[in-house]
Every structure is written in C-alpha cells, then in structure tokens.
C-alpha cells in the first residue's frame, strides 16, 4: 500500500492519506473550434490541486463553466463535481452561438482557471464549390478550383483538414494528379494539382463524409467556339413592343458542336430592314455557353433581320422578323365618339391663367383617341423610339418628342391614310373631353384615374391601366402632360364657338400634368404652355400627345 501511495506522490496526485488542502484548480482542454449547439467533441477536464500543481485526489468538489467573453450560451450540465481522482468531467457541455468565446471554470474558495478562447461556428451540412474554372486547355491544372464545407446558412465552417474527394460526372475525359484533398485553416479545399485529360465539356463531383456533395458548373476542356448559332430564334414581333420570343445565341466548335463557355460578349444589330433596334444588345454567355437576351424591340414595319456577331467568330443571321402595317394601330376602336356640345371652360379656384370661366360651344361631333399615343404607336410611323422610358414597353406613352416629329408622325400618319385626316385636338377639344360632362374642378379625377407623383414610381406607366373617364377616355389627367394645337394666350371673357386658339404666338400649350407632378396640381383646367422648339421644356419625358380623328 505504501508503495502505491509513493507512486502517486511521485506523479504529483496528493492522495486521501496524504491530503493538503486544495488551493488551485486545473484545466485539461485543448479545443480551439466548437459546432454551435453540439456538446464538445473533448470534454473539458478539471482537477483540484495544491500549490505545488498536484492533484489532490478528493472528491465532491462542485467545478462551474461560466461564459468569460463572447455571445455564447452555455448549453447541457455547466457543473461537474470531482470523482475521487479529483477529476471534474463535464461530459455533456456544449456552446450555443457564433465567432470566439472564453470559458471560464470556477469552484467554491479556489482561483477561477480560464480555458483558451473556442471559436463557435455552424455544423457543416454540405460542400460548396467557391470558384472554378471554365475553359482549360487538355491536361492543365484546375488551379482556380475551390471548395469548402458550409453551413446551413451557406457559410464556411472553417474545418481545417476535412479531406474532399473530387471525380468524374460527366464527360469523356479522366482526372489526374491529385483528387483528394484536405481544407486548409481557412477551411477550404484547393485543387491546385489536379487536371482534365479530355475534350469537350465536363462536370466534377466533390464529396467529403457525411455532406451533401456538389456538382460543379460544366468546364469546358479544350474545345474552342469558331461560330455563333441561333438556338432559340426571335418571334412575336409588334413595332415598339419587346419580343414574345426573345433569341438566344450558342457558342459551336468548327464540327457543329456545343462550346459551353462562359463569359463570351455577342452584340446584335439589324441586318436587314429599316427600322429601329432598342433594348439590351449585348449578352455573355452562361454556362452552357449561351447569350440570353431578354428586351429586344424593333421599331417600324415590313420584314427585318437580326445580325449577331462576337470577336473571332463567324457570325449568324436571324430569320425574317415581319411587323405589320403601321395604320391598323389606329383604327376607329381606338377613338371615343365625342358628342358635340356645351361647357363651361376654366376655372375661378385655380391659377390666374385658368380665368375667366367662359362659355364654349363645341358644333361638331369629333373622335378623341382612347389612349395617349404610344410608343408602340409611334415607332411603327417613324421607325423609331425617342423615349426616355423606352424600358416601360410598347404600351406606354411616348414622350421626348419634338413638335417637328410630332408634324412629322401626323403627315406619315395621314398619307398612309386618305380620307381620314389626324390632328391634335384643341385646347377646347381637350378640356371638354377631359370633363366629361361633370366637375373638372372635382380633386378625386387625378387620384382615381391618373399617374402622378405619388402613385407613378417616378416613371411612365402603360396606358389604359387605371379608371376611363365617364367618356371612356385613359389618362387624361397625369401619365405624361399632352400638346394642343392651340397657341397660348388668355382667356378671352364672352363666350366662343369653336375655339382655335391664336393665329400665331411664341409658345404651345400642353394639358393634363404627368408622373412627376403632385397629385393635388393635376387638375381639368389647369394649364401649361412651352415655347415649342425649346429643348429643355418643349422635349421632356413628361411631354406626349393623343390624336384626334376626323372619321
């Protein structure tokens, strides 16, 4: 028994028969990293010991963990006692949280022993490839390759040595140098050494025990694009409107093949015909190789080609886009039947410029478009799209027009149609259409009917999507602000029969306020007016037109 007891003594354990008092406590541990909510992999280990750093063998003292610094929680029994051995276990500790936390161990009358900071992150659930390559000559090194174990947020956990395999998807070719590879102490696994010996595209796998493996995105291997093929062709064509069918382009080698290369820019432009290309015209490719292009519109009528083209590669020529006449976007369904008749035109609560109230006589019945004009519209007179909110789409007001292309669209407009003759209405025209028959003075028009500044997301909307007027006519307050034919000038007092404005005069009037302006200015009756070659008030994306038909 003696010779126990001295064996003990020599290792430095006091024993019961030999017992100072305890004065230290000590901690066994050596875990730097830690899954969140998970109880340690090692469990800590403290002992009681004297002075002199020997263990005293005496059992049911209580050890407590304690968080010293970090957000940590402190999960399963943070108390052990001391076994006979004077060992306290704590066999079901754990952490809750994120980044570097300090445990702390303290027991009754004896010094606190604090651990080593314990880095907390979350368990790995599957492998993620961070960067690869995607085209790579035969037998080169996948230099760029990167994967890394993530969490069920998607972040890295940082395990350092966590060994990832890689192999063969798809593809023809075979892997070579080394395929295995363990994460670094960022955590991440590099495939430095590793290479394809092969042609054409492939895809790798990467697993690793017990986590969801990746595909990789395809790598093309050696195989070089010579041409540019149409894969989806463009269809579903209107003058103005964005395609149904948008096209997309794929990259081919010299034998006809698919290259899956990324990153190559195409460019479209029109081949053939004599309208106007608007939209994105350039496109990269995507993985698999191909350009996606998503809001390409042509302007203008009769049959157009496609052209695009990419540096070094033969380039490829779309199938004939037809677009149809420009006059069918103007039948008489789209003009409301305005009955010829009496109202009172002004206002005397508005501005100085709305006064006199006077009487107007309108003696003949004319046809007011539905809608304002659009760019639809426009484009296919013109065969193009001057519009700031050319992203809005065919069905949206065009705006940023000048009073020569506006004469300009309405001598096209009425050559490509005899008998009927187009016009702006007039100023009288305009507000008797816009009232209704009721109260231009009425505040609720503009928030029930019209885009203003509160409602319009600070741009143009299509056309015909909030409330008719009485009349059956869209948009007569707000969207954009449209020209008259009227010169400006005020108000005369007696009343008028047919009003046509002055002869002459310096400046046009617009009615109807648009998407920039505040809800509680856009009014029936108010009035603004623009010198019509000025560039900064005449042309603005504020500014459009509706027509006015005779039949």
């Not at 994967?147 to 395990?159: I, K, L």
């Not at 395809?218 to 395609?243: K, M, Y």
């Amino acid at each position: 028994m003696l010779a126990v007891i001295g064996a003990l003594a020599a290792c430095g354990t006091a024993t019961e028969g030999n017992s100072p008092a305890p004065q230290a406590l000590a901690l066994t541990w050596n875990v730097a990293k830690a899954y969140s909510g998970f109880a340690f992999r090692l469990a800590p280990e403290v002992t009681v010991q004297t002075s002199a750093g020997q263990v005293v063998a005496q059992s049911g003292t209580t050890v407590e963990a304690r968080v010293l610094s970090g957000t940590g929680l402190l999960i399963g029994n943070p108390r052990a006692v001391t076994r006979v051995d004077g060992r306290a276990i704590f066999t079901d500790l754990g952490l809750r949280g994120a980044g570097p936390v300090v445990l702390q161990f303290v027991a009754d009358g004896l010094p606190a022993v604090t651990a080593n900071a314990v880095v907390l992150t979350e368990q790995p659930i599957a492998l993620t490839v961070a960067a690869q390559p995607f085209f790579v000559p035969s037998g080169g090194s996948l230099a760029t390759l990167q994967v890394f174990p993530r969490d069920v947020y998607g972040d890295n956990t940082r395990e350092q040595g966590l060994v990832v395999s890689a192999s063969l998807v798809s593809g023809s070719g075979t892997l070579s140098g080394t395929t295995a590879v363990p994460t670094d102490a960022s955590g991440v696994a590099r495939f430095s050494s590793m290479s394809i010996v092969g042609f054409g595209p492939h895809t790798l796998r990467f697993s690793a025990a017990d986590l969801q493996a990746p595909v990789s995105q395809s790598i093309n291997v050696e195989q070089r694009a010579t041409s540019l093929a149409l894969a989806i062709q463009p269809s579903g064509v209107t003058s103005g409107l964005v395609f149904r069918t948008q096209p997309r382009v794929q990259l081919r080698d010299a034998q006809g093949a698919a290259v899956s290369q990324r990153n190559v820019l195409v460019t479209v432009d029109i081949a053939s015909g004599t309208g106007s290309l608007y939209g994105t015209r350039t496109a990269t490719t995507n993985d698999q190789g191909l350009a996606l292009f998503s809001d390409l519109s042509i302007a203008g009528t009769g049959g157009h080609r496609l052209r695009f083209e990419s540096a070094s590669l033969a380039s490829v020529v779309s199938d004939s886009l037809v677009l149809p006449p420009f006059e069918l976007a103007f039948g008489l369904d789209q003009f409301a039947l305005i009955r010829a008749g009496t109202f009172q035109m002004g206002s005397e609560t508005g501005f100085s410029n709305e006064r006199p109230v006077h009487r107007v006589t309108i003696t003949r019945d004319y046809y007011l478009q539905r809608t304002e004009v659009t760019q639809a519209q426009f484009g296919a007179v013109m065969s193009r799209n001057p519009s700031v909110f050319v992203s809005c789409g065919g069905e949206c007001p065009v705006e940023n027009i000048t009073m020569a292309e506006i004469n300009e669209f309405l001598r096209r407009l009425n050559n490509a149609n005899p008998g009927v003759t187009f016009r702006l209405p007039t100023e009288a025209e305009w507000e008797f259409a816009a009232q209704a028959g009721g109260n231009g003075d009425d505040p609720l028009l503009v928030t029930t009917q019209g885009w203003h500044a509160g409602n319009s997301g600070g741009r143009t909307q299509p056309v015909a999507k909030r409330p008719a007027n009485a009349w059956g006519l869209y948009d007569m307050l707000g969207n954009v602000a449209e020209w008259v034919s009227d010169w400006y000038d005020d108000y005369p007092a007696g009343p008028l029969t047919d009003p046509l404005g002055p002869s002459i005069g310096a400046q046009k009037v617009q009615r109807g306020g648009s998407w920039n302006v505040p809800a509680a200015l856009i009014r029936v009756p108010a009035r603004q007016f623009a010198e019509p070659t000025d560039p900064q008030f005449a042309v603005r994306s504020t500014l459009g037109l509706r027509l006015v038909r005779n039949r």
